[in-house]
């Protein structure tokens, strides 16, 4: 076992109270998410996607790249022109055309993007850790001559040199800037690691700060959490967890999270949850799977003898949640895990009755379709097959005793 | 912060074939499950749950010949604590079981209509079954992350004395976050020393992060799925513990990871559930570039959006020509191709890709690159012999 007072101490710490009314999402469909390899969206869309964003009620949206001219510029004017009630950012390099770009767009917030670790600076930007803060310099007064909401974006600082984290998030700070967003560019934090840097930042410079994850080793979620649990209030979603790689912190995930694991519920509308997480997988042409948590179509299908029986008598036995939470349906299907119990109740809802052992004997003819067809049964399926069992019932009646296991 | 021990070894028992196949709608034919057992061997995963005796004859069947199918590991069956379901894992040959039980006072109930001491009578009961067939068993404690504390230590203290191979904790209803699940172990550490086993879900999105905790907390065994298949959300998936546990802790199992994409795939097919573009580790996307910023970090040099080779886990790194794409991709790109450009010229065939990928809402295909550069050599021309005239 390793290092464990430490981290008891931090599972303590991590266990306090959140204030609901800090915490406030960012959500970057409309920017990480677009940048995703392959992923376009068309501007209709866009702004489709703005205003049922707003809807739900996030607190402000990262609607694109002001820099990349054409389209894009057209988009976020499209955008800021609707005048919804969340705030609207564009995203731009610390370079000052950039953010001329952004303010002709009409954006009331912007987040100046740099990298802060050393292999970046190295090997990506071919610069120094001087010219990184000159950059930041430069660009955020720039911004704030115009009276923007700046956010300082530490791109890769989970790589970065702690104590230049801390210069880099002091040198923002004393500009004016609003908050730094924590990038953690590659996925590569963990969350007692992310705990333990975001902490470090807000309590020894004391800026606000964002947070900005990615899914590469499945831990956006849990890093988002570990970081509100520090401190950090704003953090970066996308819808489906659409963004580079393999993408971003889900916002109906880490939505979902909050309210029910950590108690914190920030008032968004999660019913309508299914209905954008649709419309975000087919203007970004990738399915939801069917397993994705908090929105998948199969979250509250059952199919196994144990859990569909239970569900039906009390849902929490299996459910945190229910369904119409977030605009999903609760079903019963039968297949090879299905059981007596499970049949029952899906021939009942079929408006069919069975006694308890004729469904013992029928659960068995049914598994076996099941494997055979390498599927669960559709219920013109199930409904056939228990009519051909009755009618073979009729004609052997009480002949027949076949062994049947449990 | 973490001492480091680089001897740590932590075993991974995989469920694709018990837990993965009872996902809603999904059936593994026997052929699928026999190969699938062997690719899991194949990779260095030495224990499998490869399915439920109970459920029927046919499932027997498959136990059986997995059994017989020489795989090196050792093979789980699963079973709830019936005492007359452990004959029929002894009849498939099976030397080890998990015996599950419900803990958690609503499951009790509900599940159940029992209480308690039903539940502590019936896991005995169904232990000096498996005792009398001489078999191995895990103690699986479903809905721990629900279940009253001290009785679920009282079920450790038993599981200690009736000397169970180890004590799984199932997180059913993804009750815990990283933080809880580091407190929780490490405070069943601290009162019993017993070898904890935890079986995360995913339906928060954090079962691999959970893992993680566990293992920090002291865990000894996670339990997983390739691809995450399982009920609801799924598991914790096979591919993103492996590569978490050798790059965020420093424990590298050894497994080979270069199949991780092909037996993804197999899975994948045989689920008939596509592996998502961007699934952690194996979708094709992990490693797919196409924004200027990224794509130009990458071609300088990988470690600036990669943390491994993609070959690690058998993918291959494509760089994407789209929307978001810059100048410095176009030059690469073309230098593929053989056709060295200038920086005006790769600007100028930028800007063209990028209208036609806004255009057609996706990225571009290597051909449609060379239309493009076609169509600007040939306005090119047209402009050039103009001026001459």
Same mark, same amino acid.
């Given at each position: 076992?390793?290092?464990?007072?430490?981290?008891?101490?931090?599972?303590?710490?991590?266990?306090?109270?959140?204030?609901?009314?800090?915490? !406030?999402?960012?959500?970057?469909?409309?920017?990480?998410?677009?940048?995703?390899?392959?992923?376009?969206?068309?501007?209709?869309?866009?702004?489709?996607?703005?205003?049922?964003?707003?809807?739900?009620? &996030? @607190?402000?949206?990262?609607?694109?790249?002001?820099?990349?001219?054409?389209?894009?510029?057209?988009?976020?004017?499209?955008?800021?022109?609707?005048?919804?009630?969340?705030?609207?950012?564009?995203?731009?390099?610390? &370079?000052?055309?950039?953010?001329?770009?952004?303010?002709?767009?009409?954006?009331?917030?912007?987040?100046?993007?740099?990298?802060?670790?050393?292999?970046?600076?190295?090997?990506?930007?071919?610069?120094? %850790?001087?010219?990184?803060?000159?950059?930041?310099?430069?660009?955020?007064?720039?911004?704030?001559?115009?009276?923007?909401?700046?956010?300082?974006?530490?791109?890769?600082?989970?790589?970065?040199?702690?104590?230049?984290?801390?210069?880099?998030? %002091?040198?923002?700070?004393?500009?004016?800037?609003?908050?730094?967003?924590?990038?953690?560019?590659?996925?590569?934090?963990?969350?007692?690691? #992310?705990?333990?840097?975001?902490?470090?930042?807000?309590?020894?410079?004391?800026?606000?700060?964002?947070? @900005?994850?990615?899914?590469?080793?499945?831990?956006?979620?849990?890093?988002?959490?570990?970081? &509100?649990?520090?401190?950090? #209030?704003?953090?970066?979603?996308?819808?489906?967890?659409?963004?580079?790689?393999?993408?971003?912190?889900? *916002?109906?995930?880490?939505?979902?999270?909050?309210?029910?694991?950590?108690?914190?519920?920030?008032?968004?509308?999660?019913?309508?949850?299914?209905?954008?997480?649709?419309?975000?997988?087919?203007?970004?042409?990738?399915?939801?799977?069917?397993?994705?948590?908090?929105?998948?179509?199969?979250?509250?299908?059952?199919?196994?003898?144990?859990?569909?029986?239970?569900?039906?008598?009390?849902?929490?036995?299996?459910?945190? *949640?229910?369904?119409?939470?977030?605009?999903?349906?609760?079903?019963?299907?039968?297949?090879?895990?299905?059981?007596?119990?499970?049949?029952?109740?899906?021939?009942?809802?079929?408006? @069919?009755?069975?006694?308890?052992?004729?469904?013992?004997?029928?659960?068995?003819?049914?598994?076996?379709?099941?494997?055979?067809?390498?599927?669960?049964? *559709?219920?013109?399926?199930?409904?056939?097959?228990?009519?051909?069992?009755?009618?073979?019932?009729?004609?052997?009646?009480?002949?027949?005793?076949?062994?049947?296991? !449990? | 912060?973490?001492?480091?021990?680089?001897?740590?070894?932590?075993?991974?028992?995989?469920?694709?074939?018990?837990?993965?196949?009872?996902?809603?709608?999904?059936?593994?034919?026997?052929?699928?499950?026999?190969?699938?057992?062997?690719?899991?061997?194949?990779?260095?995963?030495?224990?499998?749950?490869?399915?439920?005796?109970?459920?029927?004859?046919?499932?027997?069947?498959?136990?059986?010949?997995?059994?017989?199918?020489?795989?090196?590991?050792?093979?789980?069956?699963?079973?709830?604590?019936?005492?007359?379901?452990?004959?029929?894992?002894?009849?498939?040959?099976?030397?080890?079981?998990?015996?599950?039980?419900?803990?958690?006072?609503?499951?009790?109930?509900?599940?159940?209509?029992?209480?308690?001491?039903?539940?502590?009578?019936?896991?005995?009961?169904?232990?000096?079954?498996?005792?009398?067939?001489? +078999?191995?068993?895990?103690?699986?404690?479903?809905?721990?992350?629900?279940?009253?504390?001290?009785?679920?230590?009282?079920?450790?203290?038993?599981?200690?004395?009736?000397?169970?191979?180890?004590?799984?904790?199932?997180?059913?209803?993804?009750?815990?976050?990283?933080?809880?699940?580091?407190?929780?172990?490490?405070?069943?550490?601290?009162?019993?020393?017993?070898?904890?086993?935890?079986?995360?879900?995913?339906?928060?999105?954090?079962?691999?992060?959970?893992?993680?905790?566990?293992?920090?907390?002291?865990?000894?065994?996670?339990?997983?799925?390739?691809?995450?298949?399982?009920?609801?959300?799924?598991?914790?998936?096979?591919?993103?513990?492996?590569?978490?546990?050798?790059?965020?802790?420093?424990?590298?199992?050894?497994?080979?990871?270069?199949?991780?994409?092909?037996?993804?795939?197999?899975?994948?097919?045989?689920?008939?559930?596509?592996?998502?573009?961007?699934?952690?580790?194996?979708?094709?996307?992990?490693?797919?570039?196409?924004?200027?910023?990224?794509?130009?970090?990458?071609?300088?040099?990988?470690?600036?959006?990669?943390?491994?080779?993609?070959?690690?886990?058998?993918?291959?790194?494509?760089?994407?020509?789209?929307?978001?794409?810059?100048?410095?991709?176009?030059?690469?790109?073309?230098?593929?191709?053989?056709?060295? +450009?200038?920086?005006?010229?790769?600007?100028?065939?930028?800007?063209?890709?990028?209208?036609?990928?806004?255009? +057609?809402?996706?990225?571009?295909?290597?051909?449609?690159?060379?239309?493009?550069?076609?169509?600007?050599?040939?306005?090119?021309?047209?402009?050039?012999?103009?001026?001459?005239?």
């Amino acid at each position: 076992m390793r290092g464990l007072d430490v981290l008891t101490e931090f599972s303590m710490k991590a266990g306090q109270k959140i204030e609901p009314k800090k915490i !406030k999402i960012d959500d970057t469909t409309l920017r990480d998410g677009e940048q995703t390899a392959g992923v376009v969206f068309a501007n209709d869309e866009k702004i489709h996607i703005a205003k049922m964003l707003d809807k739900v009620g &996030v @607190h402000q949206i990262e609607a694109g790249i002001p820099a990349m001219g054409g389209d894009e510029k057209e988009a976020i004017k499209a955008i800021t022109s609707l005048n919804l009630n969340c705030s609207i950012l564009g995203w731009n390099r610390a &370079v000052i055309s950039d953010i001329d770009d952004s303010i002709e767009c009409g954006v009331d917030a912007v987040a100046i993007s740099i990298s802060a670790s050393d292999i970046h600076i190295e090997h990506k930007l071919r610069k120094s %850790r001087e010219w990184v803060l000159d950059s930041v310099k430069t660009s955020v007064e720039h911004a704030k001559k115009y009276n923007l909401y700046v956010s300082v974006n530490a791109e890769d600082a989970s790589r970065a040199d702690m104590e230049f984290l801390l210069q880099f998030a %002091r040198t923002a700070r004393d500009l004016g800037a609003d908050r730094m967003r924590y990038c953690d560019t590659l996925g590569i934090l963990d969350p007692f690691e #992310t705990f333990m840097r975001v902490k470090t930042i807000i309590d020894i410079v004391g800026i606000d700060v964002e947070m @900005h994850t990615h899914n590469d080793f499945g831990m956006a979620i849990a890093n988002a959490i570990a970081g &509100v649990k520090a401190g950090a #209030t704003y953090i970066n979603t996308t819808i489906n967890g659409l963004g580079e790689r393999a993408g971003n912190a889900a *916002f109906e995930e880490f939505v979902m999270a909050l309210k029910y694991l950590e108690n914190v519920d920030l008032g968004i509308d999660t019913r309508l949850f299914r209905d954008l997480s649709e419309y975000v997988a087919i203007a970004s042409d990738r399915f939801i799977p069917t397993w994705k948590p908090i929105v998948g179509a199969n979250l509250f299908v059952y199919e196994s003898e144990i859990r569909a029986s239970t569900t039906l008598i009390e849902p929490k036995t299996f459910e945190l *949640f229910g369904p119409e939470d977030v605009g999903l349906e609760r079903k019963l299907i039968v297949g090879k895990s299905s059981g007596v119990h499970t049949l029952i109740s899906k021939l009942e809802s079929l408006g @069919h009755k069975i006694g308890q052992s004729q469904a013992a004997e029928l659960a068995e003819i049914v598994r076996e379709k099941a494997l055979s067809l390498k599927r669960a049964l *559709f219920d013109s399926e199930i409904i056939d097959t228990f009519n051909s069992f009755k009618a073979a019932g009729l004609k052997s009646a009480g002949t027949k005793n076949k062994g049947v296991d !449990k | 912060m973490i001492v480091e021990d680089k001897e740590r070894k932590i075993n991974i028992i995989d469920t694709t074939l018990r837990n993965g196949e009872q996902t809603a709608g999904v059936v593994f034919s026997k052929h699928e499950k026999i190969r699938m057992a062997k690719m899991l061997d194949e990779i260095g995963i030495t224990e499998i749950e490869i399915g439920t005796p109970s459920i029927g004859a046919s499932e027997r069947e498959i136990i059986k010949e997995i059994v017989a199918s020489g795989i090196k590991g050792k093979l789980f069956t699963y079973t709830e604590a019936i005492p007359d379901n452990i004959r029929l894992a002894a009849e498939c040959g099976i030397k080890n079981i998990i015996i599950n039980i419900s803990t958690s006072d609503l499951h009790i109930k509900v599940k159940y209509g029992q209480n308690r001491t039903w539940v502590l009578n019936q896991l005995k009961e169904t232990i000096a079954a498996a005792k009398h067939y001489d +078999l191995n068993f895990i103690i699986s404690a479903e809905d721990a992350t629900r279940t009253d504390l001290e009785f679920l230590l009282k079920l450790l203290h038993l599981a200690e004395k009736k000397e169970a191979y180890r004590f799984r904790i199932c997180d059913t209803v993804s009750r815990l976050d990283p933080f809880r699940t580091f407190l929780l172990i490490n405070t069943i550490l601290n009162t019993v020393d017993f070898p904890i086993e935890v079986y995360n879900h995913n339906d928060f999105g954090m079962a691999t992060a959970n893992a993680m905790a566990a293992v920090r907390a002291g865990a000894v065994s996670l339990v997983t799925s390739i691809n995450g298949i399982g009920e609801g959300t799924g598991n914790a998936a096979l591919e993103e513990i492996i590569m978490a546990l050798k790059y965020l802790e420093n424990i590298d199992l050894g497994i080979t990871t270069s199949r991780f994409r092909e037996i993804s795939e197999y899975v994948a097919k045989a689920s008939a559930r596509a592996v998502p573009v961007w699934k952690a580790i194996v979708g094709t996307n992990v490693f797919a570039h196409e924004s200027g910023i990224h794509a130009d970090g990458v071609l300088k040099n990988p470690i600036n959006y990669e943390v491994f080779e993609p070959g690690e886990v058998g993918l291959t790194r494509q760089i994407v020509v789209g929307k978001h794409s810059g100048s410095h991709t176009i030059l690469h790109k073309f230098k593929e191709f053989g056709i060295d +450009l200038t920086i005006n010229e790769a600007n100028d065939i930028l800007a063209m890709s990028r209208a036609m990928s806004v255009d +057609l809402k996706r990225p571009l295909f290597d051909k449609e690159m060379m239309y493009i550069y076609k169509d600007y050599e040939d306005k090119n021309r047209k402009a050039s012999d103009s001026h001459i005239e």
